[in-house]
Every structure is written in C-alpha cells, then in structure tokens.
C-alpha cells in the first residue's frame, strides 16, 4: 500500500462543495440500497419478468421489489414495458443509464467479496476490545 502522501484522495476535503454532497448522497441513497444492487446486477443479464427478478432475488418480497422496480423506473435506471396480452406481460429491462451503473456496481460486489473475511477480522477485534474495555471498566 502507498504512503498516505502518495495517495490520490477520491472527495478532497478542500473541494467539499455542499451541493455536491446533496448530490451524491441522493443518488447513493438510490444506488447504494442492497435490493437497486440485486435488481440492476440481475437486470445486467438482459430483460425480466416480475416473477423472473423475484425468483432469481428469492429474498426479496414481492412489496421490496415493486418498490425498488418504481424507484429505479422514476430514476431512469429501468423501463417497464406492458405489453397487450392475456394475460398482460410486463418486462423490465435497465435503460443506458442502469446498464452505465453494472461496472461500479459489479466493482463494488468484487471489493466486498474479496474484503469480507478482512472486514469480519476486524469486527471480531473490535468486538473483542469493547468487551474486554467493558468487563475492565
């Protein structure tokens, strides 16, 4: 790892723009959530059924999915598609903008995977500390 000199900072503190910030946290909000990552990265394989996404996502509830299916509509990630058929058949699909998302978020699933047994040392370390800093205080 480098030096903390010689490292390139991603949001420098001097370029903190309140706007910004407004900015990025609403759009994180949207893009951050567990059930935007399932949808988009499932979404990723081409076109989906209600009924494909809920059972290719099996933890997720019918409610969490129609919500998150909204969301990603209104934001422009997704587009819904009726088509006239009895019964009628509604596809999802993500639009340019969701299909933009797959790389940070296919890079973001590869930093968790690879990082989980770091992050889960970690907690056990820090769990064990504030335990032992309880019993001592």
């Excluded at 209600?50 to 587009?79: H, K, P, W, Y």
């Excluded at 995977?113 to 040392?121: L, V």
């Excluded at 056990?124 to 205080?137: L, Y």
Aim: charged content about 30%; hydrophobic content about 40%.
């Amino acid at each position: 790892m480098k030096p903390l000199q010689e490292r390139t900072a991603v949001f420098p503190s001097n370029l903190h723009v309140a706007e910004d910030c407004r900015a990025v946290g609403e759009v994180l909000e949207r893009v951050g959530d567990k059930w935007t990552v399932l949808v988009v990265a499932t979404l990723g394989d081409g076109p989906k059924r209600f009924n494909e996404l809920r059972r290719a996502i099996a933890s997720i509830s019918q409610r969490m999915l129609t919500l998150t299916l909204r969301n990603l509509e209104r934001d422009g990630l997704v587009t819904r598609t009726v088509f006239p058929t009895i019964p009628p058949r509604v596809d999802y699909a993500l639009t340019d903008l969701g299909h933009s998302l797959l790389a940070p978020v296919g890079a973001l699933g590869t930093w968790a995977r690879e990082n989980r047994s770091r992050i889960q040392e970690a907690r056990a370390r820090f769990d064990a500390k504030e335990t032992q800093e309880t019993r001592g205080a």
